[in-house]
Nanobody, 123 residues
Framework: QVHLVESGGGLVQAGGSLRLSCTAS????????MGWYRQAPGKQRELVKT???????NYADSVKGRFTISIDNAKNTVYLQMNSLKPDDTAVYYC?????????????????WGRGTLVTVSS
């Protein structure tokens, strides 16, 4: 099984910064994409940023260039650097990955979600 473990959430003042980390582990043959979503109370889960093939990141207009995604391929870890945080950024942030998993000689395409890490931005 493939697992995603997130860290880096917490409480920060408006205008501050946080860096989230997500590490994928398990029977992974290839990672096609990794990224971040978020869900605020009473709202739909939305895309924040994803990165595909370590080349071109995808992003949501709502973050307006304040967030940067990066990946360490050797560690199977994706980071989300969040700067100039606003109270509206308060949400549970979920790591997401699309991977090819291997079990024996069987390859499977899987979408995997982390459990989420809470980011709270106070004014």
């Amino acid at each position: 099984q493939v697992h995603l473990v997130e860290s880096g959430g917490g409480l920060v003042q408006a205008g501050g910064s946080l860096r989230l980390s997500c590490t994928a582990s398990g029977a992974i043959f290839n990672i096609n994409s990794m990224g971040w979503y978020r869900q605020a109370p009473g709202k739909q889960r939305e895309l924040v940023k994803t990165i595909t093939g370590g080349v071109t990141p995808n992003y949501a207009d709502s973050v307006k260039g304040r967030f940067t995604i990066s990946i360490d391929n050797a560690k199977n870890t994706v980071y989300l650097q969040m700067n100039s945080l606003k109270p509206d950024d308060t949400a549970v942030y979920y790591c997401n990955a699309n991977v090819v998993s291997i079990q024996g000689v069987t390859y499977r395409a899987l979408e995997v979600w982390g459990r989420g890490t809470l980011v709270t931005v106070s004014s």
